[in-house]
């Protein structure tokens, strides 16, 4: 696990002193470590070491990494957008009062938890009040305030933040076999995610998607209309493509953004890009910078919860060009 090490260490001395809590929610952004951090956690409650990590050789952490531990159990959903009622009751209440076949407790793993219906939360409630005393409940989420307020209050809240860019390049130094100057920028892009580092690192569609955010800033400051919609159609046609083009041009607008208050290349992610980014910080006012990355934010916020991904997008080259052109007869008067 690279970072979070302040919940490491309060699930470290929970398992030391024999304080492990029936129900915890792990949020955090997509990518951030929240699955690895449950399964490393789970795996370390039954571990046959019985020490404040995995051993990794026992039969039970080996049952774990196979798939098929007897008291590690997930939560599937039937249906992709939501966990319903009957998700949670047939998988975990009617269940969890069943002994653990083998280990000290019985873990149930609920990932994308944030997605549970409302009657799956008051389902899964009368559970975590009563729970039996072998009964560990991990719901992974984004957002731990799409939870009903008598939920969190029955659970240990640890919410993982961005992990320093220097630990995330060390690492990505360490096990990926790349250049250190490799290793800094795919940190820099990452903002504090190693997942996102690592998918970035991992696809091949780098360069193809950076050139799609420098021809969509194109269009904004040429204010052409047409290419911008043919943009909107490519983002909605893949979106985990647009989602990962979003994710970059926050990165690019960021540097916009620092390049016209300091427009040195050292400091700069896409340093490689430099002069396209001088050339384009001369055709955009600050503000519309800053616009910008804010109704990116607002999709990326409005994609959680599963708005109309094509309208948000709509919706942002529609404030987008409203406010150029406020911006711009403002600077004509």
């Known amino acids: 696990i690279v970072g979070h090490d302040d919940i490491i260490s309060h699930l470290r001395n929970a398992i030391k002193m024999n304080r492990v809590s029936h129900a915890y929610i792990i949020e955090g952004e997509e990518g951030i470590g929240k699955k690895l951090l449950a399964g490393v956690f789970a795996k370390t409650l039954q571990c046959e070491a019985k020490g404040d990590e995995p051993c990794d050789v026992c039969t039970s ?31 975990l209440n009617m269940d969890i009062y069943v002994k653990p076949y083998q280990y000290p407790y019985k873990i149930y793993i609920v990932e994308d938890a944030d997605t549970m219906t409302v009657q799956a939360q008051n389902a899964l409630l009368k559970t975590i009040e009563e729970p039996p005393q072998y ?6 989420a984004q957002n731990s305030s799409m939870f009903l307020p008598t939920v969190l209050s029955r659970c240990v809240i640890l919410s993982l933040k961005q992990i320093e860019e220097s ?8 096990h990926d076999h790349i250049s250190p100057e490799q290793a800094k920028m795919f940190a820099s892009f990452s903002r504090g995610n190693i997942g996102k580092a690592k998918m970035l690192l991992a696809s091949e569609a780098f360069e193809s998607i950076r050139n799609d955010v420098i021809k969509t800033i194109d269009c904004v400051i040429e204010n052409n209309d047409f290419e911008l919609m043919e943009m909107v159609k490519k983002l909605c046609e893949d979106k985990d493509r647009g989602a990962m083009i979003l994710d970059f041009m926050l990165t690019w607008l960021r540097d916009l953004m620092l390049i016209k208050k300091i427009p040195e290349e050292k400091y700069m992610i896409h340093k490689d890009k430099y002069k396209t980014l001088l050339k384009q910080g001369q055709g955009l006012a600050y503000n519309r910078i800053s616009a910008l990355m804010e109704e990116i934010e607002a999709i990326q916020r409005n994609m959680r919860v599963n708005v109309n991904y094509q309208l948000s997008l709509e919706t942002m080259l529609f404030q987008i060009e409203e406010r150029s052109t406020r911006s711009t007869n403002e600077h004509m008067s």
Not at 61 to 85: M, Q, W
Not at 135 to 140: H, K, R, S, V
């Open 61 to 91: 952490c080996l049952n774990f990494e196979r798939g098929n531990h007897p008291d590690i159990n997930y939560v599937i959903p039937t249906k992709k957008a939501s966990i319903g009622v009957d998700d949670i009751r047939e998988q």
């Open 167 to 174: 630990k995330i390049e060390k690492y990505l130094a360490q």
């Open 135 to 140: 009964a560990i409940i991990l719901l992974i």
